[in-house]
């Protein structure tokens, strides 16, 4: 099978922890001896960060989505370091990665160009390298109707169409603050290319898990 990860930033990168890295790193190289893996990065509270300051200094919005970019890269580049498999080379983007996995079972890389964030990135990817399914290892245990955080009788969704999730994510996003599992732009990819995708807690045991199809341990969204 060929499978894109999407690995949250802020899942990775818990306080620059090198264990944790490390397994991640063991789980992504498991499930790449049955199938082809391209892993995209998230930025994580450092992008954030970088963002949040940059704002403050007075730069545009693309101008720090081009720092958010970089952060991803970076944070890649951290996983690769614990990966024994992986090419050294971080892709900049959909092309140069599909080359790179015509030689490498593993291929890691970050964010590509402003506008979006890894969400999107990762649901490009698997469009564009025809991937049997979008892996999104992220900070929740899937999709609720509304936010868990501040909606306790929020449910959580076991399967649900991208049509739905899509009416969700417009509700969500329309709130200050809100805080929503996908980006539109992943959504409308999603759609478009019918896409079979899992959102599930990003936990090194999970992405083995995801891999062999128990998708319970999240939620699946459907064409
Ligand atoms: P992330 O994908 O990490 O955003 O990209 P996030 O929603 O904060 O996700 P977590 O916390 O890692 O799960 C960080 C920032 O980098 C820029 C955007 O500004 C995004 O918010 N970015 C990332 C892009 O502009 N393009 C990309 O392809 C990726």
Same mark, same amino acid.
């Given at each position: 099978?060929?499978?894109?990860?999407?690995? =949250? =930033?802020?899942?990775?990168?818990?306080?620059?922890?090198?264990? /944790?890295?490390?397994?991640?790193?063991?789980?992504?190289?498991?499930?790449?001896?049955?199938?082809?893996?391209?892993? $995209? $990065? =998230? =930025?994580?509270? $450092?992008?954030?960060?970088?963002? /949040?300051?940059?704002?403050?200094?007075?730069?545009?919005?693309?101008? &720090?989505?081009?720092? +958010?970019?970089?952060? #991803?890269?970076?944070?890649?580049?951290?996983? &690769?370091?614990?990966?024994?498999?992986?090419?050294?080379?971080?892709?900049?983007?959909?092309?140069?990665?599909?080359?790179?996995?015509?030689?490498?079972?593993?291929?890691?890389?970050? +964010? #590509?160009?402003? +506008?979006?964030?890894?969400?999107?990135?990762?649901?490009?990817? #698997?469009?564009?390298?025809?991937?049997?399914?979008?892996?999104?290892?992220?900070?929740?245990?899937?999709?609720?109707?509304?936010?868990?955080?501040?909606?306790?009788?929020?449910?959580?969704?076991?399967?649900?169409?991208?049509?739905?999730?899509l009416?969700i994510i417009l509700r969500l996003s329309s709130e200050a603050g809100g805080n929503y599992?996908l980006d539109i732009?992943?959504i409308?990819?999603?759609?478009?290319?019918?896409?079979?995708?899992? $959102?599930?807690?990003?936990?090194?045991?999970?992405?083995? /898990?995801?891999?062999?199809?128990?998708?319970?341990?999240?939620?699946?969204?459907?064409?």
């Amino acid at each position: 099978m060929k499978i894109v990860l999407s690995l =949250g =930033g802020s899942v990775l990168m818990k306080d620059f922890n090198a264990e /944790r890295i490390k397994r991640f790193a063991e789980a992504i190289e498991d499930i790449a001896k049955e199938n082809k893996v391209f892993v $995209v $990065v =998230g =930025g994580g509270k $450092v992008a954030r960060d970088y963002i /949040r300051t940059a704002k403050l200094l007075g730069a545009d919005n693309t101008f &720090c989505d081009y720092m +958010g970019v970089e952060v #991803t890269r970076l944070n890649a580049m951290l996983l &690769c370091s614990a990966l024994k498999s992986a090419p050294k080379i971080i892709p900049r983007d959909f092309r140069e990665a599909y080359e790179l996995s015509l030689n490498h079972d593993i291929v890691v890389m970050g +964010g #590509t160009f402003p +506008g979006h964030t890894t969400d999107a990135t990762s649901a490009l990817l #698997t469009e564009f390298v025809n991937a049997d399914i979008l892996l999104n290892a992220t900070s929740v245990d899937g999709i609720y109707s509304d936010d868990p955080k501040k909606n306790p009788k929020a449910k959580r969704f076991d399967r649900i169409k991208a049509d739905d999730l899509l009416k969700i994510i417009l509700r969500l996003s329309s709130e200050a603050g809100g805080n929503y599992p996908l980006d539109i732009l992943a959504i409308k990819i999603i759609q478009r290319s019918k896409i079979k995708a899992l $959102v599930f807690l990003g936990e090194p045991d999970n992405i083995r /898990r995801a891999a062999r199809g128990e998708f319970e341990i999240g939620t699946l969204i459907e064409p």
